[in-house]
């Protein structure tokens, strides 16, 4: 795949972290207090939750806040699991 390197990742700030709800960096970097990207899978977002399907709603939620508009995400985490019921 060809990820864009070197592209601002805007609105980390609206996603509150806390015991919940985690964003963890795999290919980013810090420059001036912005967050860029520097290629391949930048960002986890992860959410705890009661269940498998509220705690992806959750993490779904929390990608469309950051609206990276050079990024993408895996639309099927999850889902053979929760399909399961």
């Not at 609206?14 to 810090?30: E, L, M, P, R, V």
């Not at 420059?31 to 391949?40: E, F, H, L, P, T």
């Not at 930048?42 to 508009?69: F, G, H, M, P, Y």
């Amino acid at each position: 795949s060809n990820y864009i390197k070197n592209s601002e990742i805007k609105n980390l700030h609206k996603i509150t972290q806390n015991k919940n709800n985690q964003i963890f960096h795999a290919g980013t970097y810090s420059k001036k207090n912005k967050i860029y990207s520097s290629g391949g899978r930048v960002l986890n977002v992860t959410s705890l939750s009661k269940n498998l399907e509220r705690a992806r709603n959750q993490s779904l939620d929390n990608i469309k806040k950051i609206n990276w508009s050079d990024g993408f995400f895996r639309k099927d985490i999850g889902w053979r699991a929760i399909n399961k019921k």
